[in-house]
């Protein structure tokens, strides 16, 4: 089996893309790195339940630093842009690019992430990060568009089965105005 870091927004997120890549023979070491998360509380509630699940499951978990601050630094001045806009990428590149350090770090060549189950979010506009990612980096991102297949839906429904939290946002303090 081969590994592959997969980076992970939240427990319900990642149940699909844990099942899919150990159907694929793979084995994924889940990494936790969200500072855009807000508040601390709400961080806290999603870290705990997606560590709950990957020990129910046997699966590595990591957590990287929660570092609110560098976020609020990284997208200062695009406070306002629209969810799937420039925002985002920036979110997106942000995350990514520590991921695919942490899977060097590991000796790990693979790195995916549950962002592409969510139908809320552009698979091509995270695709486009993570190759850059790929670039600066040397470690292979694979494409894993998560939302296809049902892959959403078999997301909510084993969310559902095991009776985790699901957000209603997803997860910085704009995108707590725009879903309300
Ligand atoms: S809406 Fe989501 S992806 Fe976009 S900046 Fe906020 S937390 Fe990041």
Do not use: W
């Amino acid at each position: 089996m081969k590994k592959i870091v997969l980076h992970a927004c939240c427990a319900p997120c990642a149940s699909y893309p844990i099942k899919k890549l150990i159907e694929d023979n793979c084995e994924p070491v889940v990494f936790f790195y969200n500072p855009n998360i807000y508040p601390t509380d709400e961080y806290n509630i999603r870290k705990n339940e997606l560590e709950a699940y990957c020990s129910k499951y046997d699966v590595e978990f990591f957590e990287g630093e929660y570092n609110h601050s560098l976020y609020c630094e990284k997208i200062s001045g695009m406070e306002d842009e629209p969810e799937k806009g420039k925002r985002c990428s920036v979110c997106f590149y942000l995350r990514l690019k520590k991921t695919a350090e942490f899977a060097k770090e590991k000796g790990i060549d693979l790195f995916t992430t549950t962002l592409s189950v969510s139908p809320h979010k552009n698979s091509a506009q995270i695709f486009y990060e993570a190759k850059k990612v790929q670039n600066e980096t040397g470690v292979e991102f694979v494409e894993y568009n998560f939302k296809k297949n049902d892959g959403f839906k078999i997301s909510r429904l084993i969310a559902k089965e095991n009776n985790m939290y699901a957000q209603s946002y997803c997860g910085c303090k704009f995108s707590i105005k725009k879903s309300q």
